[in-house]
């Protein structure tokens, strides 16, 4: 597994063995971010404090270790109840993962 | 030839005997967040370790019933109802205080030192931080394979041949009750009043297709041995709360004393306890419910949504009339090895009369069961009892034999 940040793309190639599960998860993930920014004016932090931690948890586990220190800080915002500091951290994982760009070790070696 | 064997399993005998399910021992991933459990599984699974996933503490303990799991890998914090609980903690303990050698490896987003060494303690084979280093899982998975194996490999032959039994034998109850769960029915007895024959409720009593478990008492022995009780229950008030709207008067529901806590008893979503007032819940092996701070206080609870409780088999086996007292029950059901033959017995009448005479100063309903003639029907409600049921009365029906 290895990535890399070029401007405001970031490439990540993963093993072959999760090769079919990164993309679902980031879409997946996508959504989440969502779903947590409506937490946020709901006031939940409870559930976006979970939501923050599985993602520290699985982040670097499909080969996005930025994603987990972006979840880290969104977790540390969340258990602060920082309402400015969650948006901010919402924003910034969305904004990496709409960064991201899946690259097959083929395209790698090219 | 001996090519042509399957490779030796684990546990040395050869089983091709045993269901698929049971020839591979497996790794149980435990985790409620769905994308860290396909993760683990797929980091084992690279390495051709077989894996089943549950996402719960619940479903892990029903896994590790119908598998045999060599190793669980397993979250330290999962949502246990409405909280966050140490459930990976509190597997483990439970798994030693069982005396079982599963091993078990934790995994947490949160490491805790006061965590690591209780989990050491309780024989831990590892406990890794989140995101997990797919090596260190198989590095960690691997050694308690091997600890689990080498337990094994101590045991005598004797030894291995009865756990594989007994693992067999777990499997095939597991896929019995699946089968009989599947086509599950409920049949209803009418309780009729005893003076005017007008039907006053029905006693539900469970059914199943099944040809593996025939009759009743074959499934609650099938769902006790495989841990599945609870499983049983629910299926059955899920059943009985769809068709309550069918039925005339009041259902009798047959409990377990354990049965009692069914969240399914007091959740609004499941439904049951909006329809409460209809519903008496029998309940049997009263000797359980004299336990200090046992289910009397349940009993309160589920009396103030409106629920009804009855004392079933009074009578027959451990249930003194002293319980009668403290259990304060709504109806009480005579055991039917007392009506038998009550018209001509004057030693059945004595007795079925001190019980009217104790209940009906209290308001307590009387079910008298099991009556088959007309002369035993008559001799109950001169005695006074209010109500009757058995075979003469009404045999057990189909919903639509009997629905209003």
């Known amino acids: ?110 | 030839m001996r090519d042509l064997l399957p490779p030796t399993p684990a546990y040395g005998i050869r089983r091709s005997w045993l269901p698929d399910a049971v020839r591979s021992p497996c790794v149980l991933i435990v985790d409620d967040d769905p994308d860290a459990a396909l993760l683990l599984s797929r980091s084992l699974q690279r390495h051709h370790i077989r894996t089943e996933v549950a996402g719960s503490y619940l479903e892990a303990k029903r896994a590790m019933a119908r598998y045999p799991i060599e190793v669980v890998v397993c979250d330290v914090w999962m949502p246990d109802g409405e909280t966050h609980s140490r459930a990976g903690i509190a597997l483990l303990r439970e798994l030693r205080e069982q005396g079982s050698n599963t091993a078990v490896v934790l995994v947490t987003g949160t490491p805790e030192l006061t965590v690591a060494s209780v989990a050491l303690e309780l024989e831990a084979t590892a406990y890794l931080p989140k995101p997990v280093e797919p090596d260190a899982l198989v590095g960690a998975v691997r050694r308690g394979q091997r600890r689990v194996r080498e337990r094994a490999d101590g045991n005598t032959i004797a030894q291995r041949f009865l756990a594989e039994k007994e693992l067999a034998s777990r499997c095939r109850h597991n896929a019995a009750l699946d089968g009989a769960l599947g086509s599950l029915w409920m049949a209803y007895q009418p309780i009729v009043d005893s003076r005017t024959g007008d039907v006053a409720g029905h006693e539900a009593l469970v059914r199943s297709h099944s040809r593996d478990l025939p009759h009743p008492g074959a499934l609650f022995d099938c769902a006790e041995r495989t841990e599945r009780r609870t499983e049983l229950n629910r299926a059955i008030l899920g059943q009985v709360c769809r068709d309550l709207p069918s039925l005339v008067g009041d259902v009798f529901i047959n409990l377990h004393p354990d049965d009692l806590l069914s969240p399914e008893l007091t959740s609004p979503t499941f439904g049951l306890v909006h329809q409460a007032t209809r519903c008496v819940l029998e309940v049997t092996e009263m000797s359980r419910l004299d336990a200090p701070g046992g289910a009397q206080q349940h009993l309160r609870n589920l009396r103030s949504l409106g629920y009804r409780i009855a004392i079933d088999d009074l009578g027959a086996g451990f249930s003194a009339l002293s319980r009668l007292a403290a259990l304060e029950p709504d109806v009480v059901k005579i055991d039917m090895s007392l009506i038998r033959n009550i018209n001509a017995l004057p030693r059945l009448q004595r007795v079925v009369g001190a019980i009217v005479s104790l209940c009906e100063p209290e308001g307590v309903a009387l079910v008298a069961e099991g009556i088959e003639t007309e002369a035993e029907l008559e001799c109950v409600a001169d005695l006074g009892c209010s109500h009757a049921q058995g075979f003469f009365l009404g045999r057990p029906a189909p919903l639509a034999e009997v629905s209003a």
């Open chain 1, 1 to 110: 597994m290895s990535g890399r940040a070029d401007g405001d793309v970031f490439e990540v190639t993963p093993d072959p063995w999760l090769s079919d599960i990164v993309e679902p998860y980031i879409d997946m993930v996508r959504l989440r971010v969502l779903d947590a920014a409506a937490l946020l004016v709901k006031g939940d932090f409870r559930s976006i404090r979970r939501f923050a931690h599985n993602t520290k948890g699985t982040g670097g586990g499909y080969g996005l270790p930025e994603l987990t220190r972006r979840a880290t800080e969104l977790e540390r915002a969340a258990i602060a109840a920082d309402v400015v500091a969650v948006d901010r951290a919402l924003a910034s994982m969305d904004a990496y993962l709409a960064a991201v760009r899946i690259v097959s070790p083929d395209q790698t070696a090219a």
